[in-house]
Structures are given as structure tokens and as C-alpha cells.
């Protein structure tokens, strides 16, 4: 419990005595390119051969003759926007996005960075955690919207370049009994798990005591506490908005 409170007091520590806007808009840009940009490979080729391992495993299961083949492209449509897309693409985040904030908050605290912010009467916490909070959660939906787009267009090459599916079959898929609110919910949660990585990850760093070894672990703790979070999340998420 201790552990909570003291993660809820730095929460609200971040909204504490601010710098100016221009001082948080370049930050926010920085931090968006460091967040945002630089995962875009690692989350399209994860994304790409989910979606071509998906389509591929779900034809192989369905043999009945009653079922018609633009089921694979539906159940891989549905698979990717809820849960897929978002929670797969998130925890790869974690993994990524996640250690570099722990580890690079705990290495400028072990080196005093942050104390000397602090001795300049700098809200260090607010000048270091929320432009990457706000970053995550801005550039995390849009990951997500790739992620959900790549994973679709990889099981469409998988589906068609084996032949499990035809070209017609798929597309037809994809449109069949098609929910629009669906897309809503899959933009929520990674808003949401952009926050929680975000803040797990910058609380473990911030708090970091020790030396290079301390970094390390503070970085796994990160990692491994914002996979849980995200994982207690998307069952919560499912089971106030489906």
C-alpha cells in the first residue's frame, strides 16, 4: 500500500509548479519523436506477422464445409481492432518504451542530474514525466491504428500468397458485419495504456537508489509492472466498455 500511495503523490507531483507552455511543447515534440517515431519498425513487423500467423492458423481450424471462407478474414479483422492490435502492441511498448524511460530517469538520478534540477528550483518531476506521459498517450492510439491496419494487411498477403483464401473472399471478410464502435474501443486503450506505462515506468526510474546495478533493475520492475498493468487494464476496459 505504501507502494500506491507513493506512486499516486508523484502522479500528482506532475501537475505541480509548471515552466512555461514552450518549454513543455518542445519537450512534448522531443519525446513524441523519441516515443512515437522510433518504435514504428518494431511495432510493424510485430504487427505484420501477427496478423499472417493469425490468418493462417485460423484457416487451418476451420475445416467445416458449412463455415464460409470469409470467416478468416473476419475473426482476423475482429482479433486484430479488439484485442491484438492494442494489448500486444502495448506490451511490446512496454518492453521498449518502457525500460528506456526507467533506466534513463535512474541514470540521471544516480548521477544527480535530478537533484540538480531541484536545487534550480526546477519541478523536476513535472519537467522530466509529463511531456513522455503526454507523448505516450498521444502517439500510443496511433501505433495502435498501424499496428490494427499492418495486421489486417498482413494476413491479406499470408491468406492470398499460400492460397488458404482467395483475394475476393478476404475482402469480403473484412467488411462483413462490421462494427464501427469497435474502433473506438481499440483507440481507448492503448490511450489508456499509454498512461499507465508511461507513469510505471517514470515512477520506478525517478525513484531509482543505488548504481548501474540499481538502473537495471529499476528497468525490469518497470517492465515487468507495466505488463501486469496493462494485462489488469485490458480486462477492465473489456468489461466497462463491451
Known sequence: ??????????????????EK???YWRRFMEESVGIGVSSIFIVAIVSTFIGAVSCIQTAYNLVSPIIPVSTVALIVRDMQILELAPTITC???AGK???NIASELGTMRITEQIDALEVMGI??????VLPKVLAAMFTFPMLVILAAFLGIFGGYLAGTLTGVITERDYLYGIRDSFVPYNLFFMCVKPFVFGFLIATISS???????GGALEVGKS?????TNSCISVLIADYLLAQLLL
Open 219 to 223: 528497468s525490469t520492475q518497470a517492465v
Open 97 to 99: 518504451v518502457g525500460s
Open 203 to 209: 515512477y520506478q526510474g525517478f525513484y531509482t537508489t
Open 91 to 93: 506490451i511490446v511498448l
Open 1 to 18: 500500500m505504501s507502494v500506491i500511495g507513493k506512486y499516486f503523490i508523484f502522479l500528482g507531483s506532475l501537475f505541480g509548479k509548471g
Open 123 to 128: 519541478n523536476s518531476s513535472s519537467y522530466l
Open 21 to 23: 507552455m514552450s518549454v
